[in-house]
Structures are given as structure tokens and as C-alpha cells.
């Protein structure tokens, strides 16, 4: 078979399985080369198909020995010609490597957001699961999401809060470099987009997962936000994703009542910017990752999700290098909000227009190559092997 790119603006249609193998591949050798550490043993990780969730199940397994549960709601392969998602191989991948290892990974192919997923997890964790969780991640990413009470469907949006924002914006697709106006959200658009990327569903789970009682004493659960600087704050913390961020700080304050008994504790985890498929549709947020990349990696700071996660459990949050604010939420995003990488990010991004933010000066070709990775193309290491859509449709999540 014959694997090739398919781009709609800034969203991948095109998948390469046998891309994906490799690049799973490559951040759990990344963790081996890391050594192992003390961390959780039986883990939940909510959203746990691709970038954070993925790179986190890979750290805790190879890095901690960790069994894990992965919930996400991926696409199968069907035919040649609709070869499903690439969450859905990087889960299939993810299990043969772990449990090539002896481990337990567990994979959930449904809607988190249904009170069936959280039915069906309980069920397993009681029937199947040695012992009770010790740590849940929440790290889920959609645009959609259907009430399990109602049967509403809620839609989220990216836009700012009382302004329209006007900024260049690269189109991935066409490799071109332009203005973009940001219109602002409505009352309900706001309303939508906290129902479905703020902290209602988390607080949910953690609620199913304690009266069920599979959670272990001293239980931590984390969700991953990211708040960003001035830079990017009136498209994104100023606007209808920070409205939903802040969500989760709320809930978090509910989860920590709901687990003070078992000495349970929710931590938000405010993370570094990186190159997903969700931030790769944020209007404006490429260009600023131009500039921030180039910065952070001449200054030997830029991450990838695997190297970022990695550091997060490793030396943060189950290590002696943690660093908390005077909110009690960790933040490794420190690297990216020094304000010498701030201004240097900065000063660069004024200097980028469609003649250069293609070229050396920018961070353009690592942004790219991290965004065809998370499809399986442009991956270090990879070498084509033969293939039959009868092969892929044999495989197991």
C-alpha cells in the first residue's frame, strides 16, 4: 500500500500505520534511553490516543512499569481508501509494545464522555485489574460532546471574548502565510465550549470511579492545561479555551473535597505549547509556535510531548524537582514563559512575514515535521514495509 499525506487547511486526513509504528516506537526508546522511576503502578489515562495522553501512557509504562487503561474514541480501518485514525494505531501499537513487555494495557475505543465508557472501566478494573488505581489522567481533547443525561450535543469553538483579533496564521495545506480575523463568541458559544473542554466530565469520572470504589488511597488525578503569555493570551486565555481552562481549576477544588477521605489529590498541570492536531487549528497559534520553537530550540529547551510528559512525571510530579505556583497547580510550563524566551519569541515574531516563515530563520520545518509525525509521516527511523489493508484490518486496539 501506498501511504501519502491528505491535508484539508490544517487538519491531516492522510494516515501511515506503519509511520505510526515507528513513531510509538521512537518515544518509548526515547523513555528507555531516560531509565526508569518510581511512579504509579496501575494508571487511567482518559483521552490517551495521541500527543499528551499517548506520550503520558508511554512514560509511566516504559518509564514507572505501569499497567494502564486507555480510554479514546478513535476510527477503525475500513478499506484501502478510509484507513481510520491514527489514534486508533498508535493505541494497537502502544499495547503489542507493552504488553511485548509484560504489561497490562487496556484499551477503550468509545466515548469517554458516555456514562457507558465509565461503566465498562469500572467493570473491568473489578473483574480484570489487580489492585485499585492509582493515578487518573485526564487528558481529552474534542470538539463535541453529547450530554449523557439529555442527549444535547454541545459544540466548541475557538475564539476570543469581547474583541475581534486580527494576526498572521499559516496554512499548512498550502504553505502560505496570511491575515486572520478572529470573531468574537456569543454567551452560548462560551457556555458550549466550557460544557465541552472544561472540568465537568473529569469531576464526573472521578465521581463514577469513588462510589465504585476502585481508587486507591492517595489516589492523584491530573488534568493538562496550558495558559499560555500575552503573546497568545486574546486567542486563547482570554478567549473561549481559557474560559474553559478555568473550568477545570474549579473542578479540580470539587474533585480534592470528593477525595479528601481516601487523601486523594487533583493537580491541574499546566503544560508547555506543543505541536497536536488540536493546537495546530488554533488561528494564530502556529505562527507563535515559529517563534517559540526556533528560541527553544537554539536554546536547547524545546520539547516534543514524549520529552515534555516524561518530565512531568519523572522529575515533577513523581521526582524532587517539582514546581508549583501560589495556586497549587504545577507548571513545567516555566520553560516556555521565561521572559527571556518571551521576548526573544517576541522580537522574532514581528520579523515573520510570507517572504521568511518558511525558511531557517523560523521554527517552521520543526513544527512541520512534529505535525506529520502525529500521522505517521516524515518519522525518524521509519523505512516502508509491505503492507495489505487485510494486515491493518487484523489488527487488534
Excluded at 442527549?151 to 498572521?168: A, D, L, Y
Excluded at 465521581?207 to 481508587?215: F, G, H, N, R
Excluded at 510530579?317 to 497547580?329: F, I, N, S, V
Excluded at 502525529?374 to 486496539?397: M, R
Aim: aromatic share 10%; charged share 25%.
Amino acid at each position: 500500500m501506498n501511504f501519502e499525506p491528505k491535508l484539508r487547511g490544517n487538519v491531516s486526513l492522510g494516515v501511515n500505520p506503519i509511520g505510526l509504528k515507528q513513531d510509538v516506537a521512537n518515544q518509548i526508546n526515547y523513555v528507555k534511553k531516560q531509565g526508569r522511576y518510581e511512579g504509579p503502578k496501575k494508571v487511567l489515562i482518559i483521552g490517551a490516543s495521541s500527543s499528551y495522553g499517548l506520550a503520558t501512557r508511554i512514560t509511566l509504562a516504559f518509564g514507572a512499569g505501569a499497567d494502564t487503561i486507555g480510554v479514546s474514541f478513535e476510527k477503525e480501518p475500513k478499506s484501502e481508501r478510509n484507513l481510520g485514525t491514527a489514534g486508533w494505531y498508535n493505541n494497537v501499537y502502544f499495547k503489542q509494545a507493552a504488553e511485548a513487555e509484560g504489561l497490562v494495557a487496556k484499551n477503550f475505543v468509545q466515548d469517554a464522555f458516555g456514562h457507558q465508557s465509565k461503566q465498562d472501566v469500572i467493570e473491568y478494573i473489578k473483574s480484570e485489574w489487580d489492585g485499585k488505581i492509582d493515578l487518573v489522567v485526564y487528558s481529552l481533547a474534542s470538539s463535541v460532546r453529547v450530554d449523557p443525561d439529555t442527549g444535547e450535543r454541545f459544540n466548541s469553538v475557538i475564539k476570543s471574548i469581547g474583541q475581534t483579533v486580527e494576526g498572521p496564521h499559516v496554512n499548512i495545506q498550502k504553505a502560505e502565510f496570511h491575515e486572520h480575523v478572529l470573531e468574537p463568541a456569543t454567551d452560548e458559544e462560551i457556555a458550549d465550549t466550557v460544557k465541552v473542554m472544561g472540568g465537568e466530565d473529569w469531576e464526573l469520572w472521578l465521581k463514577a470511579l469513588k462510589e465504585a470504589d476502585v481508587l486507591a488511597d492517595g489516589v492523584l488525578t491530573v488534568n493538562y492545561s496550558y495558559l499560555g503569555s500575552e503573546l497568545n493570551r486574546p486567542y486563547y486565555g482570554g478567549g473561549t479555551l481559557g474560559q474553559a481552562k478555568a473550568d477545570c481549576e474549579v473542578k479540580a477544588d470539587n474533585i480534592n473535597e470528593l477525595l479528601a477521605d481516601i487523601e486523594g489529590k487533583a493537580t491541574i498541570v499546566v503544560a508547555t505549547a506543543v505541536t497536536t492536531k488540536a493546537s495546530s487549528v488554533i488561528p494564530f497559534f502556529p505562527v507563535y509556535c515559529l517563534g517559540l520553537y526556533r528560541v527553544m530550540v537554539d536554546n536547547g529547551t524545546h520539547e516534543t510531548p514524549i520529552m515534555h510528559q516524561d518530565r512531568i512525571y519523572r522529575d515533577m510530579l513523581y521526582g524532587d524537582k517539582p514546581e508549583y505556583d501560589a495556586q497549587g497547580r504545577l507548571r513545567p510550563d516555566s520553560w516556555e514563559l521565561d521572559p527571556e524566551v518571551q521576548a526573544a519569541t517576541e522580537a522574532l515574531i514581528k520579523e515573520i512575514n510570507a517572504d521568511n516563515f518558511n525558511t531557517e530563520k523560523t521554527g517552521y520545518d520543526i513544527f512541520i515535521k512534529e505535525f506529520n509525525n502525529l500521522s505517521g509521516f516524515d518519522v525518524d527511523g521509519y523505512e516502508p514495509e509491505p503492507v495489505t489493508i487485510e494486515e491493518l484490518l487484523a489488527l487488534e486496539p
